[in-house]
């Protein structure tokens, strides 16, 4: 006579390991769909904003009608730092058209009454700002070169003892704006900003092969300066001509 079959029994320790794969795996599936998700997503900011600065508009941005040339989201965490910090003095290293000049003094004149525009350029391009009531009450121009011991001694007196922010927009090139750092950062209080411009340039995303620019200057100037560190929350708009130019003084 057979034997009728009995159904197999699973201790309780395979349905613990069972159970403890199964989590795992879901897990690990999540996680995986995480990373790429956020591979995704910068992925697109990078190439929107190859797209935007290969567009050129960024040229055409004004202020008050005055030329900026600065990404809309940059100034935007511009005037909350401004906001946050409330300096005495904003140094300003390639002045252009002076359009972003005036939007820092614009901004500046709301939370601090007395705080100045310090900038400086090499050339004197300035006619249509330099016609408004705020440049005239607000801003300082320097001609001349932005590392000109001249220059910076003029501008170390005057801010001596204030609460500065500075941002560096002049010469591209590594070695120039290595020098800025080493000057200007010297002015930066505690707490403040030293904004370096356009890291972006040389393939951070943009413009590959334009040589060693801002980005790389950055990346030295932090070896040898661990009293400045690099503010990633100023880049939450996904858009920046700065990335990992928001250069924090910590102590």
């Not at 009995?6 to 159970?19: C, G, L, M, Q, Y």
């Not at 501008?155 to 080493?182: C, F, M, N, Q, Y």
């Not at 972006?200 to 801002?214: L, M, Q, R």
Request: without cysteine.
């Amino acid at each position: 006579m057979d034997r009728q079959a009995r159904p197999k029994r699973f201790s309780p320790t395979f349905f613990r390991t069972v159970a403890i794969l199964s989590l795992a795996l879901a897990g690990a599936e999540f996680l995986l769909a995480l990373h790429y998700k956020r591979q995704s997503e910068r992925t697109v900011a990078v190439q929107f904003q190859e797209l935007y600065y290969d567009s050129g508009i960024w040229l055409k941005t004004r202020w008050l009608g005055v030329p900026s040339q600065q990404a809309p989201t940059d100034n935007w965490s511009m005037q909350e730092i401004i906001s946050e910090i409330r300096p005495d003095y904003i140094v300003e290293t390639g002045t252009a058209n002076g359009g972003t000049s005036l939007f820092y003094a614009d901004v500046l004149s709301f939370v601090n009454p007395v705080g100045k525009v310090i900038t400086v350029d090499v050339q004197q391009h300035v006619e249509d700002a330099s016609r408004l009531p705020m440049w005239k009450d607000r801003v300082e121009m320097i001609v001349g070169s932005s590392v000109d011991p001249k220059v910076t001694d003029q501008i170390a007196r005057e801010v001596s003892g204030k609460k500065v922010l500075v941002t560096l927009d002049s010469l591209h090139t590594r070695d120039h704006v290595l020098h800025e750092l080493e000057i200007y950062s010297k002015f930066v209080t505690p707490g403040s900003y030293l904004v370096v411009q356009d890291t972006n340039i040389n393939g951070h995303p943009v413009s590959p092969g334009s040589g060693p620019g801002p980005a790389e200057a950055v990346e030295d100037f932090l070896k040898t300066h661990d009293d400045f560190v690099v503010d990633r929350s100023r880049e939450k708009f996904l858009l920046t001509f700065y990335p990992g130019g928001w250069l924090k003084r910590v102590k």
